[in-house]
């Protein structure tokens, strides 16, 4: 099956990615299917580099990395 948001974020958490669905930022109980990524913390260009390589490599990935293949 395809990313969800929260799976999405939880993948580039484990990577070392500050990653939030957006989920944990709705007030109205509807959040849309979006995740919150934080450049922020990288310290430095290179490790920004190797999260945005990361980001982009998991974007292309059409299905989560542990659905079955048929």
Known sequence: S????TEFASHLRSQGVGAVASAAFCTD???PDAVRISLGGPQSRADCEKALKLIAATLEHPLHPDAAAI
């Open 2 to 5: 395809a990313w969800g948001a």
């Open 29 to 31: 109980g509807d959040p």
